[in-house]
């Protein structure tokens, strides 16, 4: 795509919410775009696939939103960009061409002279089926399935929506947009002949962490939604099929649904743990404060790497640092004996992991993943005097590690491999949708992610808790006057979504 020098347009679908729910090909298209221009249904979590420098803007139509485009807007923009030669994606939720106006972004594109490329996607009206456990079709029940829209084109003076047809049609139907006219839209159908007691369910923000669902008849469900003040965006599903989620509603069971979860760690390093703390249901906002960028002495590093021979040991102490140095020793040596015989020590499991990728062997990994514990190791092997350890570390670090090997007589070097800085951009609108929506936890991986979440001056909100994955992240939070309210036992991810799960189930939520 990078290499095509005429600009072209991809209409992509982003699915209904849960990454998880989109295509191989959206993702790359999404990958290699010079311009994305996203809709508020397609969740912005997607948007750390792009590039570093893709031009991300936001098109969303959410009422009283001073920065939204219109329609006509939109469109010239996906035109402009293209032209300028661009790979432009028009990221939109769902399949784009299942209602909500991509059939006229395509069309004003083509007929702009422009190429383009549709990526469907999973529509919210069928995984919002999916979701709330209600097959779309069964072999006893219905034969066919109709999707039609509930939102009137304010041009057309006659209702859009034939009530005597779908009334005659029965099996499945299943309505997008609309809810807040669903009063009308339900006493239609029954003066049109449909049976009073027909099921029905609305299903909101599916697939996502926040999903709800409501089920009631044709004649109560209107009133129900008004009573639970349930909002939009929802589906709405007609027909028996509805009742089969009785016994097959599966997503809505999960230990952590509902919950909004914030994750402070690198864009690069939130996947691990938001995949964990999604399948148990949770909502979870990425909000990086910090991001890895080369040391400042980049030249001093490359010379200790160049040198790794001369080691008895490393002493690697985070993942980012094995990445960052097999990056550098890479780019110095073509073959991997180049290390020589130095062995290896790291400290946690995702450190040792990465090392392992580069088909090394760990010789040393503490039990405890703080560096006290490395230090106990090393003593454990009898004396380390004279020994040369190569410590592979951020800048800015704690001193305890090169302190007491060196007191224990070890010749220590500080390798600096990485620095990490303050994430300043905010890609995903994540700031916003905390300040908006607030959360229940927050997860801290480090004690940098504390310091720098706090000196981003959010307002703190309402009743949001605090997970820590170790000691050291705990000791920061208290010293900045916090309150720790779950740590993990075992110092790693694992250890930090079992302590949540913990957290919030009954026997411990009645504690707090
Ligand atoms: N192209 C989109 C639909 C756009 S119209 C798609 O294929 O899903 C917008 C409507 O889609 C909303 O009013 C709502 O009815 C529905 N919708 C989109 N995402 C949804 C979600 N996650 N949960 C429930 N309804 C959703």
């Known amino acids: 795509m990078s290499i095509s020098k005429s600009g072209k347009v991809y209409l992509v679908g982003a699915g209904p919410g849960d990454p998880g729910l989109v295509t191989l090909r959206a993702k790359e298209c999404i990958e290699n775009a010079d311009v994305i221009v996203y809709d508020h249904l397609a969740n912005p979590e997607m948007l750390s696939w792009a590039r570093e420098d893709a031009e991300i803007i936001y098109a969303g139509k959410e009422p009283g939103e001073d920065q939204n485009l219109g329609q006509r807007e939109i469109n010239a923009l996906l035109i402009e960009k293209a032209g300028e030669g661009k790979q432009v994606v028009r990221l939109k939720g769902g399949d784009p061409f299942v209602f909500g106006r991509g059939a006229e972004e395509a069309q004003a594109i083509a007929e702009a002279g422009i190429p383009f490329e549709v990526v469907p996607g999973i529509t919210s009206a069928i995984a919002g089926a999916a979701y709330a456990g209600i097959p779309m079709t069964h072999r006893a029940h219905n034969s066919h399935v109709t999707f039609f829209t509930g939102h009137e084109d304010p041009a057309k003076s006659e209702s859009a929506i034939d009530y005597a047809a779908l009334a005659k049609l029965g099996g499945t ?58 909002k939009a965006p929802a589906v ?18 999960r230990p952590l649904l509902g919950k909004r979860i914030v994750i402070t760690r690198t864009r690069k390093q939130s996947s691990v743990l938001s995949n964990k703390l999604r399948a148990l249901g949770a909502h979870v906002i990425e909000l990086p404060t910090i991001r890895i960028e080369p040391p400042s002495d980049l030249r001093e590093f490359a010379e200790l790497v160049q040198d790794v021979h001369v080691y008895d040991w490393i002493v690697f102490t985070s993942a980012n640092g094995v990445e960052a140095f097999f990056d550098i020793f890479f780019k110095l040596y073509d073959d991997a004996r180049e290390i020589g015989g130095v062995r ?11 090392v ?19 230090v106990r190791e090393f003593k454990k092997q009898g004396s ?129």
């Open 173 to 230: 139907q299943v309505m997008l947009m609309g809810v807040e006219r669903l009063g009308s839209i339900t006493s239609e159908m029954m003066k049109h002949g449909v049976r009073s007691d027909l099921p029905v369910a609305l299903v909101r923000c599916a697939t996502t962490g926040q999903q709800e669902t409501l089920t009631g008849s044709l004649s109560d469900i209107a009133q129900k939604a008004v009573a639970s003040d349930f």
């Open 236 to 253: 709405v599903i007609f027909g028996e099929v509805v009742a089969l989620r009785d016994n097959l509603n599966w997503y809505e069971k």
């Open 344 to 354: 290896i020590a790291a400290i946690g499991p995702a450190t040792a992991q990465r």
């Open 356 to 374: 392992k990728d580069f088909h090394l062997h760990v010789d040393l990994q503490p039990d405890e993943f703080v560096a006290e514990a490395v």
């Open 384 to 512: 380390i005097e004279n020994l040369r350890i190569l410590l592979v570390r951020a800048e800015k670090a704690r001193d305890t590690l090169p302190k007491e090997l060196s007191a224990l007589g070890a010749i220590v070097d500080e390798g600096f491999a990485y620095r990490t800085v303050p994430e300043t951009r905010d890609t995903s609108g994540a700031r916003r949708q905390l300040a908006e929506d607030g959360a229940d936890l927050i997860t801290f991986t480090s004690s940098s992610t504390v310091e720098n979440f706090l000196a981003l001056g959010l307002s703190w909100p309402q009743g949001m808790r605090i997970a820590s994955i170790g000691p050291i992240t705990s000791k920061t939070v208290r010293d900045q006057g916090l309150k720790v309210d779950v740590e993990a036992r075992r110092h790693d991810i694992n250890g930090l979504v079992q302590a949540i799960r913990e957290l919030f189930t009954e026997k411990n939520a009645e504690k707090s």
